[in-house]
């Protein structure tokens, strides 16, 4: 799992994404009737950020900003981030994505912690 992240010979969906506009769709189907998405930046590593945009058509449109904290192979990645709309903060949180073996396959354990900012839930 994490080398489809962090391996740059088995990203191919991420290397298509490094801070240029991409559609979503392409990498993992449509988000929906009427609504639309974009990832404008992706750089996974420390400090790098992750960019995109999603809203219904000819709507408001939300934006989600998260920067990598930390990142070690095959052990974890924490982040950081937060959701806008309209110049307004909706959203903050801190996740942390955590690999280890399990038998043949790998155990993903995700802990988020996050904000819903006034009422934004």
């Not at 609504?35 to 930046?41: A, L, V």
Request: aromatic fraction near 8%; charged fraction near 20%.
């Amino acid at each position: 799992m994490f080398q489809a992240l962090a391996d740059p010979a088995r990203r191919h969906m991420v290397e298509r994404l490094s801070c240029g506009p991409a559609s979503v769709s392409q990498l993992a189907g449509s988000p929906g009737e009427g609504w639309e998405s974009s990832i404008e930046c992706f750089e996974f590593q420390v400090g790098g950020i992750a960019l995109s945009r999603f809203g219904p058509k000819d709507g408001e449109s939300y934006v989600n900003e998260t920067r990598y904290l930390d990142i070690v192979r095959d052990q974890r990645i924490v982040s950081a981030g937060g959701m806008t709309s309209s110049g307004q903060r909706l959203f903050v949180g801190l996740l942390t994505v955590e690999f280890s073996p399990e038998g043949t396959g790998c155990r993903l354990l995700i802990t988020e912690q996050g904000a819903f900012l006034d009422g934004h839930d």
